[in-house]
């Protein structure tokens, strides 16, 4: 939990984040917020740290409310961060990507699924018709699949080893389920398949789940990429959103390290990689959703 404050502390090092100001923070997404795409008793349990056991049990965090505090603030990062790619083309929260949330219940140290939410809400608002996820964390996405398993305006896009967490995989509407090992040249192989398959799907919005737990040296990752594969990919990725003219939402991911400097140093990647990628959009990419 510790790797947020050092990844701040890793931003401002590089000149990415002042000190003071030159961000945006999130007052917490309300309750009906939440609600959007999680079960309204669920998001009230959370809210009043009530959950119950089975709940605490499959999230695997504790139910605190600095636990509590976080999920409500993560998702409105999220959702603040949308609306902000929207309008600027790219924005990154320094938090979220917690997609193995479902509609009944978190999972896997997600409590909210906070890309869904913000998704919905944005669905619902009329400033976007279609919504691609483009998942890369090295697990499945399987809660954000499930929320969005009937809804045709939403399409998730996932890159995950097949062997690991969740053993039961819900479906998303492209799976890339791939080998241990992987490694960077063959990783990126498929990832051009996949950006290829995606360049087909109509979207005003993409969300980008940039985990960082695919590296070599991730205590829960399996597909042995370097930080120099990590960085391939994204900025693969966020030049591939920007030559397709869409706004792009990042959020963090995964990344498990018993250093949370060394975690931060991998998650600082996609805010390397996006500064650069922002630098060249032309000025004319925004606000491409419709109003």
């Known amino acids: 939990m510790s790797k947020y404050a050092y990844l701040r502390e890793v931003l401002i090092s590089r000149g990415l984040l002042p000190e003071v100001g030159g961000y945006f923070a999130p007052a917490l997404a309300s309750l009906t917020q939440v609600a959007t795409v999680h079960d309204t008793d669920y998001v009230s349990r959370v809210a009043s740290n009530t959950r119950t056991a089975e709940e605490t049990r499959r999230i695997g965090l504790p139910d605190t409310p600095a636990v509590s505090r976080r ?12 609306r902000l790619s929207i309008e600027h083309a790219l924005a990154c929260n320094m938090a979220g990507g917690s997609h193995h949330a479902g509609p009944e219940s978190g999972s896997g140290y997600c409590v909210f699924n906070d890309v ?13 018709d279609r919504i691609l996820v483009v998942d890369l964390d090295v697990h499945q996405g399987d809660g ?5 398993a009937d809804d045709p305006r939403v399409f998730t896009l996932s890159l995950h080893a097949e062997k690991n967490f969740p053993a039961r995989k819900v479906a998303s509407d ?3 389920p791939l080998p241990d090992n992987l490694k960077d040249a063959a990783y990126m192989e498929v990832l051009e398949d996949a950006l ?10 993409i969300f980008y789940n940039a ?4 590296h070599v040296d991730d205590r829960l990752g399996r597909l042995a990429l370097t930080s120099d594969g990590l960085r391939a990919r994204d900025r693969r990725v966020l030049e591939w ?27 600082a990647i996609l805010f ?20």
């Open 241 to 267: 959103a920007a030559a397709r003219n869409i706004p792009c939402t990042c959020v963090l991911g995964g990344g498990y390290d018993r250093d949370p400097y060394r975690l931060a140093v991998r998650h």
């Open 116 to 128: 869904a939410v913000a998704a919905a809400i944005l669905l619902n608002e009329g400033r976007a």
């Open 196 to 205: 290829q398959q995606a360049s087909a799907v109509p979207a005003d919005l």
């Open 71 to 82: 999920a409500f603030l993560a998702t409105a990062g999220t959702l603040l961060a949308a």
């Open 211 to 214: 985990g960082v737990d695919p």
């Open 144 to 148: 954000t699949a499930q929320i969005f």
């Open 174 to 176: 492209l799976d890339y």
């Open 272 to 291: 390397e990689e996006a500064a650069k990628v922002f630098e060249h959009i032309p000025a004319g990419l925004v606000d491409t959703a419709p109003t």
